[in-house]
């Protein structure tokens, strides 16, 4: 090979190279993000459609659904499904409340098309005894659920990750409910609000959740002030690259408190979540 061959073939594979990183970085560009449609209460229940429709422009494709009135907002299962596969969008999980129209809704929830049914709260317990008898509930739904088709889970708040009697509660769960039933979904702004590790929850526990939600704070004395995505003191770079690594498939936006509205700051954590490599 003479000189001039071997520079050009050195620039094609120089090229190449670059052309190859390019890829990867884009590869690592998170494609498609969630929402949960919590937060925009303030509007769902005025104009469902109307509101899921800015959401999907938003950028949007991906929709969590929360219990009350009606997770499907007055649509048949059949008509929820077309009207947001008409918008490009899947409605992939919903939180619901278990105690009350269970068979219904697990009926209801399958029909549609949905793959997870979640609890989304269950509040501080007295004692692990009680933990524990939550869990074998969580058992109990969980079968049912995943006979339907789909998967049950949990969603924390901090309380499930604050010691008691020496013990974590969310571990307490996750030790005593059964994987073949029960997943989680992990909400980031609550674990690291409780003084929890993610990062290390992740890495010991990650094959148990299959969702996250993403929600900005800053801590001011030990409560909690949520901020719309970037503007608050959240650790995203690390705690996310570790939700990849544990095998997270679903990054679902939650907000509760906005600088000015619930559909503003929407708008604000669409952009974000655009810009976001896992």
Same mark, same amino acid.
């Given at each position: ?7 050009? #073939? ?11 990183? %390019? ?12 929402? #949960? ?16 429709? #800015? ?18 907002? /007055? ?12 918008? /490009?969008?899947? +409605? ?7 105690? &009350? ?21 269950? /509040?501080?317990?007295? %004692? ?18 995943? &006979?339907?088709? +789909? ?46 590790? =993610? ?42 690259? =570790? ?16 600088? %000015?509205?619930?559909?503003?700051? +929407? ?5 974000? +979540?655009? #810009?976001?490599?896992?």
């Amino acid at each position: 090979m003479n000189r001039r061959d071997f520079i050009k #073939q050195s620039t094609a594979l120089g090229a190449g190279i670059v052309l190859s990183s %390019s890829l990867f970085a884009e590869a690592k560009r998170l494609k498609k993000f969630g929402v #949960q449609l919590y937060s925009v209460r303030d509007l769902m229940p005025k104009d469902p459609k109307g509101t899921m429709k #800015q959401l999907a422009e938003m950028g949007y494709t991906q929709f969590e659904s929360y219990g009350g009135p009606d997770f499907l907002w /007055g649509m048949s299962p059949k008509e929820c499904k077309t009207f947001l596969g008409d918008l /490009g969008v899947k +409605m992939v999980s919903t939180h619901f409340d278990m105690n &009350k129209d269970l068979d219904k809704n697990i009926e209801r929830g399958a029909e549609a098309g949905l793959k997870y049914m979640l609890c989304p709260y269950l /509040g501080p317990q007295k %004692s692990l005894d009680e933990w524990k008898k939550k869990a074998e509930l969580f058992n109990q739904v969980g079968e049912k659920v995943t &006979k339907a088709g +789909m998967k049950f889970g949990y969603h924390n708040h901090d309380y499930s990750f604050k010691a008691m009697e020496g013990q974590i509660p969310q571990e307490l769960l996750l030790a005593n409910t059964n994987p073949k039933y029960v997943m989680f979904e992990l909400d980031l702004c609550w674990i690291v609000a409780s003084g929890q590790n =993610a990062v290390a929850h992740l890495e010991k526990y990650g094959k148990r959740y299959e969702l996250v939600h993403i929600k900005d704070m800053v801590l001011d004395n030990g409560r909690v002030s949520q901020k719309d995505l970037g503007k608050g003191a959240m650790d995203f770079d690390t705690i996310l690259k =570790a939700a990849k690594k544990a095998g997270i498939k679903y990054y679902i936006v939650e907000q509760e408190q906005y600088p %000015s509205s619930s559909i503003e700051s +929407m708008k604000v954590d669409a952009e974000w +979540m655009k #810009q976001l490599s896992v």
